[in-house]
T-cell receptor
């Protein structure tokens, strides 16, 4: 069976500090991977997606970056955090079903920037 | 602009009662529609997925309907339980250059009380 892990679960960081959130998937090969941010009371916003190692597409301009050093590893980074980076960050992977693209989400990372 | 609107924004019901959540979308061309359940502080979990040709899909006490002509979907919860308390998110996908782009609704927050 497939599982998706994210860490850390919660993080409190000062403004201007760096960030590294990690996501790993087990039990599948060559998945599409996604990073979403969910601000309080708002819908999920797609930040990045990746269809393979080293292939990253950015959906919105921001001070975050993503990398995929291995097939089942997706990393979200920032060199200098902003207050507006606070939120709930979700990693997801997808599989193609008969009905279309099904996405499975990780447990999330709650980031608070102070 | 592709949008997914959900109503009501929040809902409180008594345990054992039924309820219906609404989702209207303007995403085009439509590929599939999914309903997710998101417990507080957790990642979303898929409940149902429907393509253009499907107008109803059930998963236990959850029944989703889809009217692709009017671009409306509903999620009906039967005999609600305390564990149904969560946010329910409608997600609509469209095909875009071989990749499925998804648009998330802001969700309906359901609270089931004893």
């Amino acid at each position: 069976s497939q599982t998706i892990h994210q860490w850390p679960a919660t993080l409190v960081q000062p403004v201007g500090s760096p960030l590294s959130l990690e996501c790993t998937v087990e039990g599948t090969s060559n998945p599409n991977l996604y990073w979403y941010r969910q601000a309080a009371g708002r819908g999920l916003q797609l930040l990045f997606y990746s269809v393979g190692i080293g292939q990253i597409s950015s959906e919105v301009p921001q001070n975050l970056s993503a990398s995929r050093p291995q097939d089942r590893q997706f990393i979200l980074s920032s060199k200098k955090l902003l207050l507006s980076d606070s939120g709930f960050y979700l990693c997801a992977w997808s599989v193609i079903l008969a009905g279309g693209n099904e996405q499975f989400f990780g447990p999330g990372t709650r980031l608070t920037v102070l | 602009k592709n949008q997914v609107e959900q109503s009501p924004q929040s809902l409180i019901i008594l345990e054992g009662k039924n309820c219906t959540l609404q989702c209207n979308y303007t995403v085009s061309p439509f590929s599939n529609l999914r309903w997710y359940k998101q417990d507080t502080g957790r990642g979303p979990v898929s409940l149902t997925i429907m393509t253009f040709s499907e107008n109803t899909k059930s998963n236990g006490r959850y029944t989703a309907t889809l009217d692709a002509d009017t671009k409306q979907s509903s999620l009906h919860i039967t005999a609600s339980q305390l564990s149904d308390s969560a946010s329910y998110i409608c997600v609509v996908s469209k095909n875009s250059g071989g990749y499925q782009k998804v648009t998330f609704g802001t969700g309906t927050k359901l609270q089931v009380i004893p």
